[in-house]
């Protein structure tokens, strides 16, 4: 081979290489593991893309070479992958996640009791009194109110031609601040499901000091936005209102 035809062959060899390694590709996954395979979350933490498997654990995604994914769920231990040219050619990564095991520190045989009314009736044999239901009477089966919820039905509600208790409290502004109290109870408790259930994918992608997630949230839930957002459960939208508001965060916080 001549030197003219080497200096081609390397440079059309570099053209191809250079390719491999920048182009996006989709590549096709399956996870297998343990047992639940479906709605499990691969994260393109370079390119900033999501998705979750199917229900056989099937997932596409985009990606380049040297992009890390990372594969997640509550139950599996995280998994990172390092997308290889051989992915890329190939178009397809295989994963196998093995089960995240909680070790207990001790194990305690028979009954105990722990202080707490609730934990302690369940684990003794006492028995619940009986119910309306359980003797065939009709009765309200819904959710409970919480003692707020109680407190503004009560507000809101009176006899009379005229109810003065309704009157009353929306002039003194009683009724305007149990709304509140309502809301900010809702948003709290919204507030700590995404936490336990998102926060971990969030920080894989974008970290945050674990001294300044509490605040985060807080942040995150006094957005108007936040609240009926939780209510779709929609996942992809959730974790992109969370690395916008993480970007905000992290702006306010070098601010000040």
Request: charged share 25%; glycine share 4%.
């Amino acid at each position: 081979m001549t030197r003219a035809k080497s200096i081609v062959f390397l440079t059309l060899c570099l053209i191809q290489f250079s390719i491999v390694f920048s182009q996006s590709t989709e590549i096709q996954g399956k996870v297998t593991a343990s047992s639940d395979i479906d709605r499990i979350h691969i994260i393109n933490k370079t390119a900033n893309k999501f998705t979750i498997t199917n229900d056989d654990g099937e997932f596409f995604i985009i990606a380049s070479v040297n992009d890390t994914i990372l594969v997640s769920a509550i139950q599996y231990k995280p998994l990172e992958i390092l997308v290889t040219p051989q992915i890329i050619q190939s178009k397809f990564i295989s994963v196998d996640l093995s089960d995240k095991i909680t070790e207990l520190d001790e194990v305690v045989v028979g009954k105990i009791l722990t202080g707490d009314l609730m934990s302690d009736i369940e684990n003794s044999d006492a028995k619940a009194d009986l119910n309306f239901y359980d003797l065939g009477i009709p009765g309200y089966t819904g959710k409970q109110k919480t003692q707020s919820e109680r407190r503004l039905h009560a507000a809101t509600t009176g006899s009379g031609l005229v109810p003065l208790t309704p009157l009353l409290n929306w002039i003194s502004g009683r009724t305007k601040k149990l709304k509140a109290q309502i809301a900010r109870e809702n948003a709290d408790g919204a507030m700590d499901e995404v936490k336990s259930h998102m926060s971990e994918m969030l920080f894989n992608i974008d970290n945050l000091e674990a001294s300044k997630r509490v605040e985060f949230f807080y942040f995150v839930s006094d957005d108007p936005n936040f609240l009926p957002l939780s209510r779709t459960n929609n996942d992809f939208k959730m974790l992109e209102f969370l690395q916008q508001k993480l970007q905000a965060f992290k702006s306010q916080v070098e601010e000040n």
